[in-house]
């Protein structure tokens, strides 16, 4: 059962950051194409946020309790309806409303898949956070690969993302009636509106000022490395693919790195390692070593959020499915402020600028999380 249940949910993500994959490749013929200034691109981006927050919350305090994580199977479905609209929109209007119901899709599949793999860890003792953000890095790659090969073959884009509806409309209908329909979930407490504990708050702040800043290299490093460093369209998503394998390398092996070194090492001391060859490398202007620095970023930083989860898991017994949920909301509160932010900072100053306050961001974060306390040492592996 716990092996259906990881599948399902692995595949929920893979095949919906796929197309979303593709989708960021193709922002910079997006913005061309309707002449979308920077710091519209950034509300838009804020509605995203807005709707994906509002989605998350309904989700965790209605959905999940009444009718289990299965329900991410059809949001599955409702993804690839919602991607194909915000995609083809016709004018900057439509393609800032639009990112609406994309982000509701999107909203649902977040914390059902969560509470799957949180009830799928606490079944076989294991730590199946990081592999479970793994399949978002790797989905993502995918969809990266698939716009760079199509873009530079000049495919038409309405033939590109209309093969990825189909994919994830039958990926959705199979998650719904095969792995998922076969599986039965324990009961899903319903946490009520209440103030979450210090500890989900303080993890959650933390989280928010990285989901804050991680649209910078998702939604912004195709532009910079094109407009800005002078690389052609289709080599545009390389600093996302870096980032994408090197995220896919640490989280597979995201368990046996933790049990060996410790979550100190791993969620801090070497994330403040990966952000420090970034910064180096942005301040370099050099657009190859650039790509190798978003490389080291997210080899670097890949077990952070994973590790996040983990410990509001541990610490919060009485309902764990809530404490991560909690987190995961407050993470995306980071995506209000930060998107809107980041384009006026684009716009204004650089998108360089933008780079090195990631890079600076991030170490602090990983500094702050080091002084807390509540990363473990080295721990011995765990056995299914």
């Known amino acids: 059962m716990v092996d259906r249940m990881i599948f399902g949910s692995r595949l929920a993500v893979v095949v919906c950051l796929m197309s979303y994959g593709c989708w960021l490749s193709y922002i910079p013929w997006k913005v061309d194409l309707l002449g979308i200034e920077y710091d519209m691109f950034g509300f838009a981006l804020l509605v995203f946020g807005i709707f994906s927050l509002s989605s998350m919350l309904f989700v965790s305090h209605v959905l999940l309790p009444r009718f289990g994580p299965r329900i991410a199977g059809l949001a599955v479905v409702g993804f690839a309806f919602a991607l194909q609209l915000w995609v083809f929109a016709p004018n900057t209007t439509l393609f800032i409303a639009l990112a609406a119901p994309f982000s509701l899709a999107f909203g649902v599949i977040q914390p059902a898949t969560l509470a799957v793999i949180t009830q799928a ?105 094109t407009r800005d460093l002078g690389l052609t369209i289709a080599l545009g998503g390389t600093g996302i693919m870096a980032f994408n394998i090197a995220e896919i390398g640490a989280r597979i092996y995201g368990e046996r790195l933790i049990n060996r070194f410790g979550e100190g090492l791993v969620a801090g001391w070497g994330m403040v390692i990966g952000c420090l060859i970034f910064l180096a490398a942005t301040l370099s202007g050099n657009p190859y070593l650039i790509v190798a620095g978003f490389g080291s970023l997210g080899f670097f930083t890949a077990n952070f959020i994973p590790i996040l989860f983990g410990i509001a898991a541990r610490e919060e017994t009485d309902n764990p499915i809530a404490a991560v949920n909690d987190v995961n909301l407050l993470a995306f509160v980071g995506f209000l402020f930060g998107p809107p932010l980041i384009g006026y900072i684009a716009k204004s100053v650089s998108i360089t600028a933008c780079m090195l306050i990631l890079g600076i961001t991030w170490a602090l974060v990983a500094g702050v999380l080091l002084v807390s306390r509540k990363l473990t040492q080295r721990t011995p592996a765990v056995s299914a």
């Open 121 to 225: 860890e606490a079944l076989s003792g294991r730590r199946l956070q990081p592999l479970h953000w793994a399949s978002f890095s790797g989905g993502s790659l995918f969809g990266l690969l698939i716009g760079l090969v199509s873009q530079a073959l000049n495919l038409p884009p309405v033939f590109v993302f209309g093969g990825l509806f189909v994919l994830t409309i039958f990926a959705g209908l199979y998650i719904f009636m095969r792995p998922f329909g076969t599986v039965t979930f324990s009961p899903i407490a319903s946490p009520g509106f209440r103030i979450p504990s210090q500890t989900v708050l303080f993890l959650g702040a933390l989280a928010a000022a990285s989901m804050a800043t991680i649209s910078i290299i998702l939604d912004w490093s195709a532009l910079w490395l």
